[in-house]
């Protein structure tokens, strides 16, 4: 059994390690250090036997006590591989955070820091895009890698199981649209015209809409957290390593079954928000059916339907590579999946209503 002996000479406590030091116990150990309140501790590990972690356990709590009662401390004569151990379990991992960051940075350097981090940002996405790009391509002339099982199985996830939720949404936004116009129009009594209103702004650009916000929220985020979960797995690096491409493999067959969804969800939105419409001018406002079909057939429109229908498409790329982006960047722990699929939805979301300004301009320039 081992022992430690303590000599105080001069301020200076020496530790003197004796015998055989295994599943090694001394709880009282610090107490009489702290009665000796020494400036100095050496520890002599000359006469060390055997040794297990329980040495080291000791050695490692008396080197912290020393560092918090600013005490220097000496190891002499110590077992090559304790020293070894020893020092591995006191490095202290570098940690940067905003207190150790520079905080006397001028104005032009923010600015520039931040312009260099837009530009990195962009340059990545762009490259991200122009892969995809290719690998769908590729997958639509069937020279990719990827299978059609996991294509069938996306858009079994990205269209038919989907219905449900578009529906119900759709619905809801339409007889929502209905009592809104309904509150104005009734002043004039043109409370029929909310059938034109309900049918022209759903298939022009709500249906879509509502669509896209959807699948933003169910599908987009489902596909960076699971392209997240395989990052995390290290999936992908063992796709990379067998030679397939990730984007051939995980993202050309998500893409392409959202972007073919997308038009479909979008034009089953676009019925029920004029059924939800109706529902509200029928049984609401006392309009006949006869009627208020019929203003709604008359404002149909098959400029407003593909006008629809595009952004429904454009809405199945933003969603599929904002989804797709996040899940393949992400960082490989649970934390990052969850923070890549939030980022992947508000992405999705914010890139949906530029999407739409910009269409809606470019539309009203050209007069469609």
Same mark, same amino acid.
């Given at each position: 059994m081992g022992d430690i002996i303590l000599t105080l000479q001069d301020k200076t406590l020496t530790l003197t390690l004796k015998g055989?030091?295994?599943?090694?116990?001394d709880g009282k150990l610090y107490q009489n250090i702290a009665g000796y309140l020494p400036e100095n501790i050496i520890i002599n590990g000359l006469e060390i036997n055997k040794w297990d972690s329980s040495l080291l356990l000791i050695l490692f709590n008396l080197n912290k006590y020393a560092n918090e009662n600013n005490i220097k401390i000496e190891n002499l004569y110590m077992p090559q591989g304790l020293i070894k151990m020893l020092k591995l379990a006191l490095v202290v991992p570098e940690h940067i955070n905003r207190e150790t960051m520079p905080a006397n940075e001028s104005i032009l350097e923010k600015i520039g820091g931040f312009g260099l981090n837009v530009w990195q940002n962009t340059l990545k996405g762009t490259i991200f895009m122009m892969t995809c790009f290719k690998s769908l391509w590729l997958f639509i002339r069937r020279k990719s890698s990827a299978r059609?099982?996991?294509f069938l199985f996306a858009f079994e996830e990205c269209g038919p199981n989907a219905m449900s939720i578009v529906a119900l949404i759709s619905f809801m936004v339409g007889l929502i649209l209905a009592f809104v116009g309904a509150i104005q129009l009734k002043n004039f009594g043109a409370q029929v015209f909310v059938a034109d209103l309900v049918t022209i702004g759903t298939i022009r650009i709500m249906g879509a809409i509502m669509v896209g916000i959807i699948m933003a929220g169910r599908t987009g985020a489902s596909?960076?957290?699971?392209?997240? @979960? #395989?990052?995390?797995?290290?999936?992908?690096?063992?796709?990379?390593t067998m030679g397939i491409?990730?984007?051939?493999?995980l993202v050309a067959p998500r893409m392409?079954?959202?972007?073919?969804?997308?038009p479909f969800l979008t034009m089953w939105a676009d019925f029920f928000g004029i059924s939800g419409g109706a529902f509200v001018g029928i049984l609401a406002l006392d309009i006949p059916a006869t009627e208020y079909f019929n203003h709604a057939f008359n404002a149909w @429109? #098959?400029?407003?339907?593909?006008v629809g229908i595009f952004h429904g498409f454009i809405f199945g790329f933003i969603i599929s590579l904002c989804g797709c982006y996040y899940g393949i960047n992400s960082s490989k722990n649970a934390d990052g999946v969850g923070i890549a699929t939030t980022k992947a939805v508000v992405s999705s979301v914010v890139w949906l209503i530029v999407a739409t300004g910009i269409i809606t301009f470019v539309f009203e320039r050209l007069g469609i």
């Amino acid at each position: 059994m081992g022992d430690i002996i303590l000599t105080l000479q001069d301020k200076t406590l020496t530790l003197t390690l004796k015998g055989n030091f295994i599943d090694f116990e001394d709880g009282k150990l610090y107490q009489n250090i702290a009665g000796y309140l020494p400036e100095n501790i050496i520890i002599n590990g000359l006469e060390i036997n055997k040794w297990d972690s329980s040495l080291l356990l000791i050695l490692f709590n008396l080197n912290k006590y020393a560092n918090e009662n600013n005490i220097k401390i000496e190891n002499l004569y110590m077992p090559q591989g304790l020293i070894k151990m020893l020092k591995l379990a006191l490095v202290v991992p570098e940690h940067i955070n905003r207190e150790t960051m520079p905080a006397n940075e001028s104005i032009l350097e923010k600015i520039g820091g931040f312009g260099l981090n837009v530009w990195q940002n962009t340059l990545k996405g762009t490259i991200f895009m122009m892969t995809c790009f290719k690998s769908l391509w590729l997958f639509i002339r069937r020279k990719s890698s990827a299978r059609k099982t996991d294509f069938l199985f996306a858009f079994e996830e990205c269209g038919p199981n989907a219905m449900s939720i578009v529906a119900l949404i759709s619905f809801m936004v339409g007889l929502i649209l209905a009592f809104v116009g309904a509150i104005q129009l009734k002043n004039f009594g043109a409370q029929v015209f909310v059938a034109d209103l309900v049918t022209i702004g759903t298939i022009r650009i709500m249906g879509a809409i509502m669509v896209g916000i959807i699948m933003a929220g169910r599908t987009g985020a489902s596909f960076a957290a699971t392209i997240g @979960s #395989m990052q995390v797995n290290e999936e992908i690096d063992a796709l990379k390593t067998m030679g397939i491409s990730w984007a051939e493999f995980l993202v050309a067959p998500r893409m392409a079954s959202l972007v073919i969804a997308m038009p479909f969800l979008t034009m089953w939105a676009d019925f029920f928000g004029i059924s939800g419409g109706a529902f509200v001018g029928i049984l609401a406002l006392d309009i006949p059916a006869t009627e208020y079909f019929n203003h709604a057939f008359n404002a149909w @429109s #098959m400029k407003n339907f593909w006008v629809g229908i595009f952004h429904g498409f454009i809405f199945g790329f933003i969603i599929s590579l904002c989804g797709c982006y996040y899940g393949i960047n992400s960082s490989k722990n649970a934390d990052g999946v969850g923070i890549a699929t939030t980022k992947a939805v508000v992405s999705s979301v914010v890139w949906l209503i530029v999407a739409t300004g910009i269409i809606t301009f470019v539309f009203e320039r050209l007069g469609i």
